[in-house]
Antibody, heavy 120, light 107 residues
Framework: EVQLVQSGAEVKKPGESLKISCKGS????????IGWVRQMPGKGLEWMGI????????RYSPSFQGQVTISADKSISTAYLQWSSLKASDTAMYYC?????????????WGQGTMVTVSS | DIQMTQSPSSLSASVGDRVTITCQAS??????LNWYQQKPGKAPKLLIY???ILETGVPSRFSGSGSGTDFTFTISSLQPEDIATYYC?????????FGQGTKVEIK
């Protein structure tokens, strides 16, 4: 079964760092781009960025450039989203998702989501 | 960034009704347009890609059309399990962006 499994919910304080993960299985992890999508409480979907695990080529939305870092470790089929200094406004559900195929900019497989809560 | 504007933001319809959602892009995106369904508490699910191609396993009551700047998503006969929020998303260039969503409820 093709799936993406994300790490569990996190509760952090402002200023703390965080790295959440997304592990792929059931397919060739290095052959498909992985994207990250933010959903703030009660709000819509926001495209954050995308990485190709095969060569770590990474693209960011200007809205998130410099605010987060996307990375991947192909040896363990895992992508990451990290923050160096969290803010309360980072409170959201974060989804990783697999790009369907080269040339099709759709996400066909999604992780279950990781809820990040930042509160003092 | 390309802006995606969906309408309506919410709608209420009866079981069996035909439901239509529109999505307008701020510039020509050809057919680089996808539709997702998100049920409460769940991850989004891809329904349609490239404006009109049904993802494998998606019921045929869902359909999409359009190109350029104007797109339409249709549920031909609304079912109780279709209660969800629907999002369009373009991928003409980076950053890909989503519409603000359309919440579909049963009347």
């Amino acid at each position: 079964e093709v799936q993406l499994v994300q790490s569990g919910a996190e509760v952090k304080k402002p200023g703390e760092s965080l790295k959440i993960s997304c592990k792929g299985s059931g397919y060739s992890f290095t052959s498909y781009w992985i994207g990250w999508v933010r959903q703030m409480p009660g709000k819509g979907l926001e495209w954050m960025g995308i990485i190709h695990p095969g060569d770590s080529d990474t693209r960011y939305s200007p809205s998130f450039q410099g605010q987060v870092t996307i990375s991947a470790d192909k040896s363990i089929s895992t992508a990451y989203l990290q923050w160096s200094s969290l803010k309360a406004s980072d409170t959201a559900m974060y989804y990783c998702a697999r790009q369907a195929a080269a040339g099709i900019g759709a996400f066909d497989i999604w992780g279950q989501g990781t809820m990040v809560t930042v509160s003092s | 960034d390309i802006q995606m504007t969906q309408s309506p933001s919410s709608l209420s319809a009866s079981v069996g009704d035909r439901v239509t959602i529109t999505c307008q892009a701020s510039q020509d995106i050809s057919d680089y347009l996808n539709w997702y369904q998100q049920k409460p508490g769940k991850a989004p699910k891809l329904l349609i890609y490239d404006a009109s191609i049904l993802e494998t396993g998606v019921p045929s009551r869902f359909s999409g059309s359009g190109s350029g700047t104007d797109f339409t998503f249709t549920i031909s006969s609304l079912q109780p399990e279709d209660i969800a929020t629907y999002y369009c998303q373009h991928y003409d260039n980076l950053p890909w962006t989503f519409g603000q969503g359309t919440k579909v409820e049963i009347k």
